[in-house]
C-alpha cells in the first residue's frame, strides 16, 4: 500500500475514532466551566498529533515534500466528514450543548491546524526553518 493510501486510510480511522470517542462521551471533554481542562485538552492534542504523523513519516521512511503530502492526505478525509459532523451536531453529538459543540468546532480546527503545521514543519530543513524564524 502506497503512503498516500495509508495516510488517507488512517486519517479517516483517526477520524472515525474521534468523532465516536466525542458522540458517546463529548460531554465529560468539553467542560465549558472548567477552562483548565479545556486548555489542557487543546494543548495535550498536540503531540498525540505529533506522534501519529511521525510514526506514519516513520513507517514510510517519507522525507520532504512526501512527508507535507502525507499530512494533507491525513487531514482531508477527516476536515470532509467533520463539515457534515458540525452541520448535523445535534444528530451525531447528542450529548454535547450548543455551547460545547461550539468548542468541538473550536477544538477540531485547532488538531487540524496543528497537524497541517507538523506537516510543513517536518517537510523542510530544521536548519532552513530556524534561519527563517531567526
Avoid at 500500500?1 to 468539553?30: I, P
Wanted: aromatic share 18%; proline share 2%.
Amino acid at each position: 500500500m502506497t503512503y498516500q493510501k495509508f495516510s488517507l486510510l488512517f486519517g479517516f480511522s483517526v477520524w472515525f475514532m474521534a468523532t465516536l470517542t466525542f458522540s458517546l462521551w463529548g460531554d465529560l471533554f468539553f467542560l465549558v466551566e472548567n477552562a483548565l481542562l479545556l486548555i489542557s485538552f487543546f494543548i495535550g492534542t498536540v503531540p498525540i498529533l505529533f506522534f501519529l504523523s511521525q510514526w506514519v513519516f516513520k513507517k514510510y521512511q517519507l522525507t520532504g515534500h512526501q512527508r507535507l503530502e502525507s499530512t494533507v492526505f491525513l487531514a482531508i478525509p477527516g476536515m470532509l466528514c467533520d463539515v457534515a459532523c458540525l452541520k448535523f451536531h445535534a444528530l451525531i453529538f447528542p450529548k454535547l450543548t450548543l455551547e460545547q459543540s461550539v468548542i468541538l468546532g473550536a477544538w477540531i480546527l485547532w488538531a487540524y491546524v496543528i497537524l497541517l503545521l507538523i506537516g510543513v514543519l517536518k517537510s523542510r530543513n530544521n536548519k532552513e526553518v530556524i534561519k527563517q524564524v531567526v
